[in-house]
T-cell receptor, first 116, second 115 residues
């Protein structure tokens, strides 16, 4: 079955340190991959996406993500964390095979806590 | 910023009341979705629509109903609210077509509390 896994419920990092939020997926073919961020009492905001091409994609707020097809991973990264990055992060995948639905499959979310 | 709006943002009501959560988008998107988000954070798709007069139930069973009479409007209704309906409800939309990559644009959410 198609799925997206975010193995960490919470990631803690000190301000100024690099951060990584992990995501792996189980979708055949060449799926599209997305990261979203959710601040408290807000909707989800689109951060970045991988469609094709360069495995390192850059997005909003200094975030980037690295696509690794052999490991079926799409980890979110930032070189230097800010306290304001503290939020809930969702990975999502879209199956692009013919006949697949247009629905995004979301991971369960990872809470990022950046300590000052 | 995406142009998708949800009202009300917060609602506290008593058991048995009928409520409608409004969702409107000005992007001309064919596809619209309702997600329910529990305090445990996970998103659950409860309804979606791929166009006017087209609605489908999502992956999580819900007692709510939806309608899609106009492209831009996708309201969600609970005929008789119960405390188990207490949750955050998120509306989203996406563009269709072969050139589209399918990312969703979300509203700010409607937080419903049923007493």
């Amino acid at each position: 079955a198609q799925s997206v896994a975010q193995p960490e419920d919470q990631v803690n990092v000190a301000e100024g340190n690099p951060l990584t939020v992990k995501c792996t997926y189980s979708v055949s073919g060449n799926p599209y991959l997305f990261w979203y961020v959710q601040y408290p009492n807000r909707g989800l905001q689109f951060l970045l996406k991988y469609i094709t091409g360069d495995n390192l994609v850059k997005g909003s707020y200094g975030f980037e993500a690295e696509f690794n097809k052999s490991q079926t991973s799409f980890h979110l990264k930032k070189p230097s964390a800010l306290v304001s990055d503290s939020a809930l992060y969702f990975c999502a995948v879209r199956d692009t095979r013919q006949g697949a639905t247009n629905k995004l499959i979301f991971g369960t979310g990872t809470l990022l806590a950046v300590q000052p | 910023e995406a142009d998708i709006y949800q009202t009300p943002r917060y609602l506290v009501i008593g058991t048995g009341k009928k409520i409608t959560l409004e969702c409107s988008q000005t992007m001309g998107h064919d596809k619209m979705y309702w997600y329910q988000q529990d305090p445990g954070m996970e998103l659950h798709l409860i309804h979606y629509s791929y166009g006017v007069n087209s609605t489908e139930k999502g992956d999580l069973s819900s007692e709510s109903t939806v309608s899609r009479i106009r492209t831009e409007h996708f309201p969600l209704t609970l005929e008789s609210a119960r405390p188990s309906h207490t949750s955050q409800y998120l509306c989203a939309s996406s563009a269709s077509g072969r050139s589209r990559t399918g990312e969703l644009f979300f509203g700010e959410g409607s937080r419903l509390t049923v007493l």
